[in-house]
């Protein structure tokens, strides 16, 4: 028996289709549910990739590391001491390490956009997407920054320090420790105006709750500045904190351009 030509046949229901999250970059929220396991999968898929892309940036490293090192102890200029028999081994790793971590950081940062991507919508993606080369290109400034500008005025402060009572003679360790901890720290810190500037077009993050709590964002950018530098000189401290204030006032910026165009 045929059908009437004038009857539309109702399309028969189909199950949502779950895809990755590299399809969400082109497609819109995913509608599927995922149970707790599904979203644990996902995010120890994403840790996989990022912690193997950064064992590669680790081995890849190990080529220059030796040269790396000449160059951060130039500043010193001359020979840094080690006092135990696995320091020198501890140190070049170390290097090794922050070297990997700054050469895959654009690949990490995008292993973290696709985990939360499938619960996106297409324009909320898009501010995400795009604002990916500027946080890769702000961490790489927040390092030149920090080498080029911090480290200088804070090594001839430390150098020059009551040179007639105190001879420096710093160690391997302490000496490595405070450069890699400053330029990776600095590094990220410097990703915070684009953070803000997604949020804020998001309509998650608006200028007066941070006008608003100004003190607060005082109190913990003395924390931070505490804890990357190991030193507890106020000098060291100050030259932190005055670049991560900048930063939150040009945030504070950035919100107030942002954050309307997501209301309207």
Not at 66 to 73: Q, V
Not at 147 to 163: D, K, N, R, T, Y
Not at 208 to 237: E, G, S
Request: charged share 15%.
């Amino acid at each position: 028996m045929s059908e009437h030509p004038l009857i539309k046949k109702e399309p028969e229901p189909t199950d949502p289709v779950h895809y990755n999250a590299w399809t969400a970059l082109a497609g819109d929220a995913d509608e599927t549910s995922m149970s707790l396991l599904d979203h644990l999968e996902e995010l120890r898929v994403r840790l996989m990739r990022s912690i193997m892309a950064l064992v590669l940036g680790i081995l890849f490293s190990v080529f220059f590391t030796s040269a790396f090192l000449k160059y951060l102890i130039h500043p010193y200029g001359h020979e840094l001491q080690v006092l135990g028999p696995t320091e020198s081994v501890v140190m070049y790793f170390r290097v090794a390490l922050l070297s990997g971590a700054i050469l895959v950081m654009p690949y990490i940062t995008l292993q973290l956009f696709l985990f939360v991507a499938p619960g996106l919508t297409r324009k909320e993606k898009r501010y995400i997407y795009l604002s990916l080369p500027a946080t890769t290109g702000l961490f790489f400034l927040g390092v030149a920054f920090a080498w080029f500008i911090m480290v200088p005025a804070a090594l001839g402060f430390l150098q020059e320090f009551e040179s007639d009572i105190f001879r420096a003679e710093w160690t391997a360790e302490r000496y490595i420790a405070f450069l890699t901890s400053l330029l990776f720290w600095i590094g990220v810190s410097f990703e915070m105006p684009v953070v803000v500037y997604v949020l804020a077009r998001l309509g998650v993050l608006g200028p007066r709750v941070l006008i608003r709590n100004w003190r607060l964002a005082v109190v913990l950018i003395t924390i931070a500045a505490a804890l990357i530098t190991p030193t507890v000189d106020p000098f060291n401290m100050l030259l932190v904190i005055a670049p991560l204030l900048v930063l939150y006032i040009v945030s504070i910026g950035l919100a107030v351009i942002a954050y309307p165009r997501a209301l309207r």
